[in-house]
């Protein structure tokens, strides 16, 4: 299960409805960031995501929109004596950035290039999930990554063949430790009374043009988190900006097979009203929803 908390959902600037880019991102009681703007450990206090279960941030590039709130965080973490330091994921110079200011022992920054996107390879393993890369497109001089959080495939049990074969109650339990049990003259295995279901998938796009990668990335992801800083009509800006319009999502959306899709980094314009974003993706992608600061939402 993933509970996931829109700390802020602005783009470039904080607006009185709308705090700078983070969602935190719970898993078994531990908090994965995507991207931490300014003020995101005091939207984690109003919005019921505690800072101190914070294990990892994942840093989509280096404008400030996106990573200053890490220094605030780290501050209030070294004043309250923490000792396990949050492992940061982000571009080369992520570590100047952070160690500039001498948190050096609360944070541990593993920098990533795109050669770490190509690899099966995940960049972090973390309570039965998988974090991995891939390149967005926000211009030839920004270095821009998405993320995915995969979950593992989980093992289930054919509960009607089970009780068939006369597996039953703790029997259940003894034959997950052993692998195999002998009931009467028969020997049941694991494998013959489970099944491996297909774990959850998150893809978060960060700040990026529409691009093939992460169209990869939200195969059949359960919830796609995508850019969408324009409407349709401010199309030409997008592409001036490296930024998505909301149509430009949808369709990436649809064409992954994603189960949904969550709009953010919503520009300014729309700070107050995003309705017009919600109906232009919602005619390409029915089941789209503009993220709001505070909003929750449960993947199972």
């Known amino acids: 299960m993933m509970d996931i908390t829109v700390l802020g959902s602005s783009a470039s600037a904080p607006t009185p409805q709308r705090s700078l880019p983070s969602i935190a991102v719970q898993i078994n009681g531990d908090i994965i960031l995507l991207d931490c703007g300014e003020g995101a450990q005091r939207q984690m206090m109003l919005h019921g995501a505690s800072y101190a279960k914070v294990k990892a941030a994942l840093i989509s590039h280096l404008h400030l929109d996106h990573f200053l709130g890490l220094f605030g965080l780290g501050e209030t973490l070294r004043l309250s004596g923490r000792v396990e330091p949050i492992k940061v994921f982000g571009p080369p110079g992520t570590r100047k ?117 992460t169209t990869t990335a939200a195969k059949n992801a359960d919830l796609l988190i995508h850019d969408c800083t324009f409407d349709d009509s401010r199309a030409d800006l997008a592409k001036e900006k ?59």
């Open 97 to 213: 950035f952070l160690y500039s200011f001498g948190h050096r022992e609360i944070f541990d920054v593993h920098e990533i290039t795109k050669a770490d996107c190509s690899k099966k390879k995940p960049l972090h393993i973390m309570q039965n999930h998988q974090i991995f890369c891939f390149p967005a497109s926000h211009g030839k001089r920004t270095n821009a990554f998405g993320y995915i959080i995969a979950e593992n495939a989980r093992l289930r049990f054919h509960e009607k063949k089970a009780k068939s074969l006369g597996l039953a109650g703790p029997l259940f339990s003894q034959i997950q430790k052993k692998g195999k049990l002998k009931i009467g003259k028969r020997i049941i295995r694991l494998k013959d009374i489970t099944y491996l279901q297909k774990g959850l998938r998150l893809a978060y796009s960060g700040d990026s043009l529409p691009c093939a990668a």
């Open 242 to 300: 490296f930024h998505t319009t909301a149509s430009q999502a949808a369709k990436i959306a649809k064409i992954a097979k994603a189960k949904s899709l969550l709009l953010t980094h919503i520009g300014g314009k729309y700070s107050k009203d995003a309705s017009i974003l919600l109906e232009q993706a919602k005619k390409i992608f029915p089941n789209s929803q503009i993220a709001q600061d505070g909003m929750k939402i449960t993947l199972k």
